[in-house]
């Protein structure tokens, strides 16, 4: 049985808004169904194309042209066409050293090795950054692109801060290495504080290569995800895109829902994973307050918890599947998929009281998982 | 001024059911909708992979297992996938001389060399079929696999007979070659009379591939297609599936239309179809009797237009463009991108008026196509 997934990131199902997105579906199918017996605008359908450019520049403060979105299937297939436009099999590409699970494996599935740059309790570390650069340089085989998620970091939760940001949109420029913005989590803020700008936003960022989604927002069944580009890369993109275009029926609902529901629903989903952080914290505090340590994040969907150096993860996963107890653990979001002393909570998912009684049985699997001679 | 658009496949916006879908999507977003919160089941949404078995037996008796099923953004996606796992660059697929232009340009995207059989008014040639496969063996080239819409074929409309798709079986069995039938036009029928089996139906044909769509019958702009293969093969196309998953959105509503409204939509499409049809044969027969011939299609979308032999196609590109008529050339049907002397009619989109006066200026544009020297 199972007590809690802390497994993949997604929001909360209790305020999902199936009143609002039924409504949107009524408005937007009365007005346009009837546009369905056509096939989707190559690019994606233009509503949701000039509110996904509002949405940034509502954030930002920095427009961003429609025509230069590209539509797909959330952010991975966006992720996947950049793998394929931007770099060859066996080529290397730059990640910092903790990353999406999800984007990890889509690169290695396009032949690319994820070369991870040490990061700190700030993000990636622009030093470490400049190694890797050279290293790769040296060996003869440069970087394809660097992919970073600066904000509300996956899994990590640090915020890249902003002289790192502009540290970093420098570097890249000056090594002519295409950058990939994921920014799938900047709208998941829980404190009044807000993150640095998009580094797309910065002075000089009109290069960087976005990305983004409206699964964190509002349901990763839905689908929907985007990269805005420059002209040229955008159509590459389009031409390795081989489904004839993105779903016109998903993209209609979402975006009539977004243009009336999307502030306020924003707004309550930031309330919500507030509550369930702060409820994870407190069972983390109170269970393994001994053990581990683990990420305090201000937005985002994730807790990474660092376990005892001495875990046996195998025992580990199997006394949690026992627990009944599910969550990725630190190896798949490790750039050399080392078996690393870490695991991802993703907590929007899960009730307050899963959270709370998951945290227990985790604890239990936890402490089940130290080898004897190691214990107090 | 666009004054008929004849380019591709679509259903009749008139008779779009704005409501019944608008119906279907508060009825199952209301059940379901929080759903939206988790990503796809990774082969699809279960109750639309069932409703595709279903939509197979019904039609051909044959019970399919619905876990055999992997959906995919329209039949477009599918296509790719089997593209990437069947054949690699530079191999030959064997496709009818005169082919789907969107899979034609998918296929040689994957850098796959489409070979064309001889087809007559039946469809596939079988003489020709094993001619080209031993051509290929050869040349140490098999062939990967071929590609093949035996019910209403696009563009020719034809109609693969019973002894042929029997005949095509045992050879693709005999050779070893894996055969990906395109059946999406299978439920548009304008005659009492059906055709035969689908191959994948006839005794053998467990291995045959199966490729089918909702577009035809709803739209395109849903996005919503599927195959049908073995367990390892649909495994393998799942590893190459790059986007987390199809739209649950898109799916559940579809699903809970097709449920409802499926067999009373489909037979209200037919209607429409064969009456446009109709309109279109007599309006040609009325503007170009003289010049042109065409097929009479019993199903599905298209009607082939043979043009005079001696017909300036780039001069009539122009003049299409000027009477503001939108087709798709002959070329982009042809497995072998030749510029013949056809051209591809969709008749499921333009409204009655657009057809009749679609087929005045298209018959202008083609006498004015005809070089001077050739007229009389």
């Given at each position: 049985m199972i007590v809690c997934d802390f497994s993949s990131g997604r929001p909360d199902p209790e305020s999902f808004p199936v009143a609002e997105l039924v409504g949107a579906a009524t408005r937007r199918l009365t007005a346009e169904g009837s546009d369905l017996v056509q096939y989707p605008d190559p690019q994606g359908y233009a509503p949701l194309r000039r509110l996904a450019a509002e949405r940034?520049?509502?954030?930002?403060?920095?427009?961003?042209d429609p025509d230069s979105f590209l539509l797909g299937?959330?952010?991975?297939?966006?992720?996947?066409?950049?793998?394929?436009?931007?770099?060859?099999?066996?080529?290397?590409?730059?990640?910092?050293?903790?990353?999406?699970?999800?984007?990890?494996?889509?690169?290695?599935?396009?032949?690319?090795?994820?070369?991870?740059?040490?990061?700190?309790?700030?993000?990636?570390?622009?030093?470490?950054?400049?190694?890797?650069?050279?290293?790769?340089?040296?060996d003869g085989r440069p970087a394809k692109f660097v992919y970073a998620i600066p904000?509300?970091?996956?899994?990590?939760?640090?915020?890249?801060?902003?002289?790192?940001?502009?540290?970093?949109?420098?570097?890249?420029?000056?090594?002519?290495?295409?950058l990939v913005e994921d920014n799938c989590y900047a709208d998941l803020h829980f404190e009044a504080e807000r993150p640095p700008a998009s580094i797309r936003a910065l002075p000089g960022g009109e290069d960087v290569i976005y990305v983004a989604s409206w699964s964190k927002i509002l349901g990763p069944g839905a689908r929907l995800g985007y990269v805005s580009a420059g002209t040229e890369l955008?159509?590459?993109?389009?031409?390795?895109?081989?489904?004839?275009?993105?779903?016109?029926?998903?993209?209609?609902?979402?975006?009539?829902f977004m243009l009336q529901h999307r502030r306020e629903h924003t707004a309550e989903l930031c309330r919500v994973l507030k509550r369930k952080r702060d409820i994870l914290v407190d069972s983390l505090e109170e269970q393994l307050g001994?053990?581990?340590?683990?990420?305090?994040?201000?937005?985002?969907?994730?807790?990474?918890?660092?376990?005892?150096?001495?875990?046996?993860?195998?025992?580990?996963?199997?006394?949690?599947?026992?627990?009944?107890?599910?969550?990725?653990?630190?190896?798949?979001?490790?750039?050399?998929?080392r078996d690393v002393p870490y695991l991802r909570l993703a907590f929007g998912f899960p009730s307050d009281e899963a959270l709370r009684r998951g945290t227990e049985h985790l604890a239990r699997a936890i402490r089940a998982a130290i080898p004897a001679g190691a214990v107090g």
């Open positions: 940034f520049e509502e954030r930002e403060g920095v427009g961003l299937t959330g952010s991975t297939q966006p992720l996947a066409l950049l793998s394929e436009a931007l770099a060859s099999p066996g080529d290397a590409i730059i990640t910092e050293e903790f990353s999406y699970t999800g984007a990890l494996s889509l690169f290695r599935r396009y032949g690319l090795e994820t070369v991870g740059v040490a990061t700190d309790e700030q993000g990636l570390r622009l030093d470490a950054l400049e190694e890797t650069l050279d290293r790769l340089d040296a904000t509300y970091q996956n899994p990590t939760g640090a915020i890249l801060p902003l002289e790192r940001r502009e540290g970093l949109l420098d570097l890249v420029r000056r090594r002519g290495v295409p955008i159509e590459r993109l389009m031409s390795l895109k081989s489904d004839a275009g993105t779903s016109n029926l998903a993209a209609m609902i979402v975006t009539e001994d053990l581990c340590s683990w990420s305090l994040p201000s937005g985002g969907m994730f807790l990474w918890v660092k376990l005892p150096e001495e875990i046996d993860n195998v025992a580990l996963a199997r006394a949690a599947e026992q627990e009944g107890v599910l969550y990725h653990p630190g190896r798949n979001f490790d750039s050399g998929e």
